[in-house]
């Protein structure tokens, strides 16, 4: 016989709901001093899509983040308030600064 786990996982967010209907969850998170919805996808939409915290590309069928202001209007947010970052990109996201400094014909996406 195990002993009986008395404290939570790691692995386990603390305030993750899932979406009634849906395949993922969605949490609330902080960053830069506003909450944050933050969904979790596996990136089979078909769309390329550039991280705004290492600047490189997400290619299609990579699984990463969907992340916008709670404070939008909508469940999902507005389309143009969502940003796709890479896992590792939002876990590192108080570490680093944006990296905006691209080439002068380096697409703005």
Not at 16 to 30: F, K, L
Not at 40 to 68: F, L, M, T
Not at 83 to 103: D, P, V
Request: contains cysteine; charged residues 30%; proline residues 8%.
């Amino acid at each position: 016989m195990s002993p009986r786990r008395s404290r939570p996982r790691g692995d386990e967010p603390r305030n993750a709901r899932p979406v009634s209907g849906a395949n993922w969850i969605e949490q609330t998170e902080s960053f830069g001093g506003e909450d944050w919805q933050v969904r979790s996808v596996a990136g089979n939409s078909g769309k390329r899509y550039r991280c705004p915290g290492c600047d490189q590309e997400i290619p299609p069928g990579v699984g990463h983040v969907v992340a916008w202001p709670a404070s939008s209007i909508g469940a999902a947010g507005s389309v143009d308030d969502r940003r796709h970052w890479h896992r590792a990109c939002w876990s590192a996201r108080e570490r680093r600064a944006a990296n905006l400094l691209r080439g002068r014909g380096a697409p703005k996406y």
